[in-house]
């Protein structure tokens, strides 16, 4: 017998934390999934080693002055486990109330997306918000462990908006790659996306391939059940796929991610990390 779905979570302090949680209460009523929430520690912020500043300390006090850091160390490590177990127990509280039974919660302390990466093969999606804590206001700026974390995972990664809305409407960012063609038979299989309106958009020339690649998608989909219209427009996809999210009135888009190096991604850029940074609206990232 098939285990049943499962969604992880990862939350911070951030105001992306309430976006995420009802992201994942969503597909857990679409699905029947459990829901993990993850919120994980970095070393650093619970380490009670204090820093070396014995160089700069005359002799007379610096024992007691090492003796203070490395208390004050030791009350800062214990303040950011209680202030991470307290965003758990809100987290579990706000999914509980959307009518998920199934919630766990859990504070890792490592590596951000080691600690994911552990814990991903029993999961059927991860969502993490678009921006972490740092980046809360600097809306050009994406969270530092985004890009690591879905080039990481072998799981389809949502980013969730600032806030939830309902999701009526999808769009999917067609380019006939095979992350793309992974993002259709992920939908097509799964429960995650019923009762949604799929739109298939392909920028750049019309030609033989792309229509066929656009017809066996279609095809599939509304195998499925699914109702699915499909188009192909002349640009570039950066400016085609924001103009049709902007303009056309799509609740969530689905797109194949950082198909290219990081190096070539900082020499001519990423179209994965651009349509994050100007989509308003949660992304869905198959690599």
Not at 8 to 14: K, P, Q, R, T
Request: charged share 20%; glycine share 10%.
């Amino acid at each position: 017998m098939a285990s049943a779905p499962a969604i992880i979570a990862l939350i911070d302090g951030s105001v992306y934390s309430a976006s995420i949680c009802d992201h994942a209460s969503w597909l857990a009523n679409q699905t029947g999934a459990s829901v993990a929430i993850i919120h994980t520690l970095g070393r650093r912020h619970v380490s009670s080693a204090p820093s070396n500043l014995s160089g700069s300390i005359g002799l007379g006090a610096r024992t007691a002055l090492l003796e203070e850091l490395a208390e004050l160390d030791g009350q800062k490590a214990k303040l950011a486990q209680k202030r991470g177990r307290a965003i758990l127990e809100d987290a579990e509280q706000r999914i509980s109330q959307s009518g998920v039974a199934a919630t766990s919660s859990k504070l890792r302390i490592g590596e951000f997306v080691e600690t994911v990466l552990e814990m991903e093969s029993a999961a059927d999606m991860i969502i993490i918000g678009k921006r972490g804590e740092a980046a809360d206001f600097d809306t050009l700026h994406l969270g530092s462990n985004l890009e690591r974390l879905v080039r990481a995972s072998s799981r389809p990664v949502l980013v969730a908006a600032r806030e939830f809305r309902p999701i009526k409407r999808v769009l999917v960012a067609f380019g006939g790659g095979n992350s793309v063609l992974k993002a259709i038979d992920y939908i097509a299989n799964s429960h995650a996306f019923r009762d949604l309106e799929f739109h298939l958009l392909t920028a750049g020339n019309e030609n033989t391939t792309i229509k066929r690649q656009q017809g066996g998608a279609a095809a599939l989909l509304s195998g499925a059940g699914y109702k699915v219209t499909t188009a192909v427009v002349d640009g570039q996809p950066e400016e085609v796929i924001a103009a049709a999210v902007k303009n056309d009135g799509f609740d969530l888009l689905l797109m194949g991610a950082y198909g290219h190096s990081r190096i070539r991604n900082l020499i001519i850029g990423s179209t994965t990390t651009e349509m994050i940074r100007s989509c308003k609206i949660p992304v869905v990232l198959f690599r």
